[in-house]
């Protein structure tokens, strides 16, 4: 198998933070680039045009770009606390929508070889009341997917 493109979904979790490192760790063996995504999606009962922030303030946002600009700060902070090795190319985007969804899409149309994921570890009803995405992108992925446990002090019951 030769990997040249891995895709890593991070949440800016500390479990995020340990499936990047892992990727960045197999990326520096195989000579591969790592791609971060991160979606994110306004509330559902929260329409585009109706939430507006900052109307007194003179620069408005709408509630989506308000979410945007938030994403991309977290990323920033996200990655410059990620040790990248030298030789090793890591890029970084923010996509809308349901988290699945999005990385599923840029999986099948962006020519990824290996999608990395980190777990929560969380079982029983948190499980089934919060879902898992990382479970959602192992059975629908068309690519092999590596799931990342989370470190030992993080491991949710």
């Known amino acids: 198998m030769n990997v040249r493109k891995m895709l890593v979904a991070v949440d800016y979790s500390p479990c995020s933070k340990n499936a990047v490192e892992y990727a960045v760790f197999l990326a520096s063996k195989f000579g591969a680039r790592v791609d971060l995504i991160h979606a994110w999606d306004r509330p559902y009962y929260a329409r585009e045009h ?9 620069s408005p946002k709408t ?6 600009d938030t994403a991309l700060e977290e990323m920033k902070a996200f990655m ?4 990248v090795p030298e030789g090793v190319e890591v890029h970084h ?15 099948g149309k962006d020519g990824y070889d290996v999608l990395v994921t980190g777990t929560h570890g969380r079982t029983g009803f948190k499980h089934m ?4 995405v990382a479970e959602r992108l ?9 799931t990342v446990p989370p470190p030992d002090a993080q491991k949710a019951s």
Do not use: F, N
């Open 138 to 146: 192992v059975r629908l992925s068309p690519i092999p997917v590596i």
């Open 93 to 107: 985007r923010v996509c809308s929508g349901h988290v699945a969804t999005v990385v599923l899409e840029v999986v």
């Open 63 to 68: 509630l989506t770009q308000v979410l945007e």
């Open 129 to 132: 009341l919060l879902g898992s």
């Open 80 to 83: 410059a606390s990620i040790e």
């Open 50 to 58: 109706e939430i507006v922030l900052g109307k007194d303030t003179g």
